[in-house]
C-alpha cells in the first residue's frame, strides 16, 4: 500500500470515456495521491489532448498511427515531453512502460481485454471497469491476477457493492473453500434499474431510436454500456462477471429490478443479515473506493438524503421483456466459449444497432443466433478466447447483413 509520501501512480485506459472522466473528476481533488501517469483514448484526440496538458503523464495512447503523430507534434509545441503511442502495442506499453502502479481499466469492450490483463499479470492494483473483458476470458484473467498477486477491484457500481458488503476474508487469495464457507454467504443480489423501457409495452418497442435507448433514467454512461442497460444484456454481462469476480456459483447470483438505483447490490448470509451498500448513482463513489481502498477519499458526490426519496422499490426481471438476459444466463450456464461468443456478438449487434444498421429488438436475435451458431468448447487459453471472440464477431456480422 502507498503511505502518504508516496503517490499512487495511475494509468487511465480510455481516459477520454465517462468512467475516464469521472477518474480524472476524482484524481483533480487529490493531486497529492495521485499522479497520472499514462492516458489512453481511441480516436478523441482534442479531449485526450487536454488531459495531457493538464496531467501531464509520461505516455499517451490513440487508437491510429496518424492521430498519434497529430497529438505528438501538438505537446511538443507545448513543451511537453509526452511519449504518444498508438494501437494495441502503445496500450499495452502504456501499462508495462509508464511505471504505474494502479490501472484503471475503462476502455469500452473486448479492446481492453490485452492491456487489462498485462496489468493484472505485472500485479499492479486493478480497477476493472470493463466487464467485457472479465467475461470473455473468465478463469485465465482471474488465473493471471491471482498468479501475479494484483489487487483486482471492482469498480462497476454494483460489483463494487458486493465487495463492500462481503467480508474481507472472502477475498483473500488465502481464504480455502471452508473458511469461506464459514462466512455464510447464501446469495447476491445484483440491483438492476431496468433501463428506460422498463415499462414500455413491447409492441412500442419496434422502433426504439438509439437516443431513446442512449438515455438512462439514472446514470449518465458511454452509449454501449447505455443500450445494454437498456436490453439487460448489461446485467447479463454482470452477472458473468460476478461469478468470476467473487467465485460464486451462478445459482446464487440473483437479478432484482430496482428503479431508484440507490441500493447498488446486496449480499444475504445464512444467518438472515442482508447487507446493501447505499448511494447516489455517480460512479465517482465506485472509483474513489477502488483509488484509495482500503482508505476512503472525498468523490465530491452529494450525501445521500433517504428522507428526500419517494420509496425503494425491488421486483423480478420480466426475463420476455429482457431476452438479452435469458441469453446471458443460458451463456454463463453453458460455460466455456459462450460467454466470449455473448459478448463478441452483442458488440457488434449494438454497434450495429447504434449506426442504424440494425432495429432495437433485433440486438436479441443476433445474439441468439450466433450463439446457436457457435457450439461452445473448452477456452484452455488467450488464444482460444481470441479465435471464438472473432468468429462470432464474423457471424453475427453475417446475420446482420442478412437482415
Ligand atoms: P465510453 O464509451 O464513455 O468510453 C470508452 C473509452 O474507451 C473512451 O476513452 C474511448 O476512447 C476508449 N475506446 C473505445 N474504443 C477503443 C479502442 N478500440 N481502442 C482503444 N480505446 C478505445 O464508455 P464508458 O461508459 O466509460 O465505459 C467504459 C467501461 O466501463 C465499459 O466496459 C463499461 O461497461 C464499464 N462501466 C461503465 C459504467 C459507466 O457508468 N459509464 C459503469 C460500470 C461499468
Ligand atoms: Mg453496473
Known sequence: MTNSLQKRRLCILGSTGSIGMNTLDVVRVHPEQFKVV??????????????CIEFKPAIAVLHSVDDAKALSALLEGKGLSTKVLYGQEGLIASVSDSDCDTVMAAIVGAAGLLPTLQAAQLGKRVLLANKEALVMSGDIFMNAAREAGAELLPIDSEHNAI???????????????????????????????GGPFRNTPIDNLVNITPDEACAHPNWVMGRKISVDSATMMNKGLEVIEAHWLFDIPLEKIKVLIHPESVVHSMV?????????????????????????WPHRIDARVAPLNLTQLSGLHFMEPDLKRFPCLALAFAAAKQGGTSPT??????????A??????????????????TLNQLTSQKARSLDDVLEFDRKAREVAAQHIRQG
Open 352 to 369: 450495429a444497432f447504434l449506426e442504424g444498421k440494425l432495429p432495437y429488438l433485433k440486438i436479441a436475435h443476433v445474439v441468439e443466433k
Open 341 to 350: 461468443v455473448l459478448n463478441a456478438a452483442n458488440e457488434i449487434a449494438v
Open 38 to 51: 499514462a492516458l489512453t483514448a481511441g480516436k478523441q484526440t482534442d479531449r485526450l489532448a487536454e488531459q
Open 268 to 292: 444475504r448470509y445464512r444467518d438472515g443479515s442482508v447487507m446493501a451498500q447505499l448511494g447516489q448513482p455517480d460512479m465517482r463513489t465506485p472509483i474513489a473506493y477502488g483509488l484509495a
Open 163 to 193: 465487495f463492500q458488503c462481503l467480508p474481507p476474508q472472502f477475498m483473500s487469495a488465502n481464504s480455502t473453500p471452508k473458511v469461506k464457507e464459514l462466512l455464510g454467504v447464501e446469495e447476491i443480489w445484483l440491483t438492476a434499474s
